[in-house]
């Protein structure tokens, strides 16, 4: 069965490296702990990269909505191409460490689409 994908919109400026996604290196024990434990190495692997832009990934802090500590992530940014405005897209898959990825797309791994609009 074809891998299904996750699909994100996100704005940017031109001529701006800007961060368009991030996934934290975690997980939470049990639903009654608010503290989230760092996990696994968050591994991302560009598939299909965009034509009108670069995009790299690099560790930084993040805060995810169900955990009160702030967690080590993988952020994943996008700068256009020069003078560069309108629509670009690229795909990238999302795995963690020792884990293969899976084809639930609201999962926290698997493939994901990032469509960008560059403004002005």
């Known amino acids: 069965m074809a891998q299904s994908d ?19 290196n975690s997980f939470k024990p049990r639903p009654s702990m ?13 598939t ?31 700068k256009p191409k020069p003078g560069f405005t309108g629509s670009d897209t690229f795909t990238y898959v999302r795995t963690e460490e020792n884990m293969r990825a899976v084809s639930k797309a609201g999962g926290p791994q698997g493939s994901r689409v990032i469509n960008i609009t560059v403004q002005p």
């Open 6 to 24: 996750q699909t994100l919109k996100r704005t940017v400026k031109k001529d701006t490296e800007t961060m368009v996604n991030v996934h934290a």
């Open 48 to 78: 299909s990269p965009p034509k009108n832009g670069t995009v790299t990934t690099r560790p930084t802090k993040t805060k995810d909505k169900d955990c009160s500590n702030e967690l080590m992530g993988t952020g994943i940014y996008y």
């Open 34 to 46: 608010l503290n989230c434990e760092q996990g696994g190495t968050v591994v991302i692997e560009i």
